[in-house]
């Protein structure tokens, strides 16, 4: 395999990207300069292994588990805000280079950064939904209830934030934290509203998001190892109809060289905003 050149590449990347009509497709590296998180990281593996949805659904303890834990993380995660990366790509889009944005990320940052036509393919941290009956409320709210169950809880564990933006604490605080119950129906099968491991894409977004690869020119990776089906299919469907796929991410990503046009391997903040820079003037 001949190395790229970086030099080239960014020029490549910069050519694609110029004759707009991209359809970006972004992932968990895009938000870590927000002090978020990712999965995966440069080697591709995976670094530590989230709660699955049935282990949340399975036992009380484990629900306690799951919402003390980011009962702590919250106000962090809450309080990221949008990076030179995010900025860059509401530029893009404001440009009219760039169309659709497909994000892996639960976070809400494209839209804080200005992006419009944004599909959260795995939801957001910002809403609550009960498993029970299907009410769903504001995070803020159930954040609220869970003050008030908890009024002694001390949220300022000072461990790092994880990607699924909770903190690991003591074993000890969380046989103690007091779950809460959805008001319409009483259970306490309460979730966030994202796909979860173990959960799936509703088959009704994944084929929006198929007619939005259908209708780019190009496709454009931004910070995902594409490790996960849910978002490496789009790229699948690409190549199989001859869009061209760029990827901009550091390390390993499941997108083969036969499938990526471009690869450029460097910080997302930087080579977006010399990118926009270079398109938007
Ligand atoms: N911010 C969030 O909302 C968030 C954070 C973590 C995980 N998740 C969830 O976890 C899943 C993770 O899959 P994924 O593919 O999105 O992420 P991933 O963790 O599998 O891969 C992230 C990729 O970005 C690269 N990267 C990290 N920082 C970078 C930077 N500054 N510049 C260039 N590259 C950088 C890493 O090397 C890695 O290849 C997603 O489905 C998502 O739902 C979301
Ligand atoms: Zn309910």
Not at 93 to 99: C, K, N, R, T, Y
Not at 149 to 155: E, G, I, L, M, Q
Not at 199 to 212: G, N, T, W
Request: glycine share 10%; charged share 20%; net charge negative.
């Amino acid at each position: 395999m001949v190395a790229r050149d970086l030099t080239t590449d960014l020029t490549a990347l910069a050519e694609l990207v110029a004759g707009g009509g991209v359809l970006a497709l972004t992932g968990a590296g895009l938000s870590t300069d927000s002090g978020i998180p990712d999965y995966r990281g440069a080697d591709g593996k995976r670094r530590f292994q989230p709660m699955t949805a049935q282990e949340l659904l399975a036992s009380p303890a484990a629900r306690r588990r799951y919402w003390a834990r980011s009962y702590v993380g919250w106000p962090r995660f809450a309080a990221a805000e949008p990076n030179d990366g995010h900025r860059a790509v509401a530029a893009l889009q404001h440009a009219g280079l760039v169309g659709p944005v497909i994000t892996q990320n639960v976070d809400g940052l494209h839209q804080a950064a200005g992006a419009r036509n944004v599909v959260e393919l795995h939801g957001s941290l910002t809403h609550v939904v009960c498993m029970h009956c299907g009410e769903r409320y504001e995070r803020s709210t159930v954040d609220a209830w869970l003050q008030l169950a908890n009024p002694d809880f001390d949220r300022s564990a000072d461990g790092p934030l994880r990607p699924d933006g909770d903190v690991a604490i003591a074993e000890s605080l969380i046989g103690g934290f007091r779950l809460v119950h959805c008001v319409v129906c009483g259970s306490d099968l309460l979730k966030p509203d994202v796909v979860m491991f173990g959960e799936s894409v509703p088959k009704p977004l994944v084929e929006h998001c198929f007619a939005q690869v259908h209708a780019a020119r190009a496709v454009l990776v931004l910070g995902s190892s594409l490790a996960v089906m849910s978002g490496y299919r789009f790229i699948r469907r690409a190549v199989r109809e001859h869009i061209p796929v760029a990827v901009v991410t550091h390390g390993w990503t499941r997108a083969t060289d036969e499938e990526v046009s471009v690869r450029v391997d460097a910080p997302l903040g930087e080579t977006l905003t010399a990118l926009a820079a270079a398109l938007t003037g």
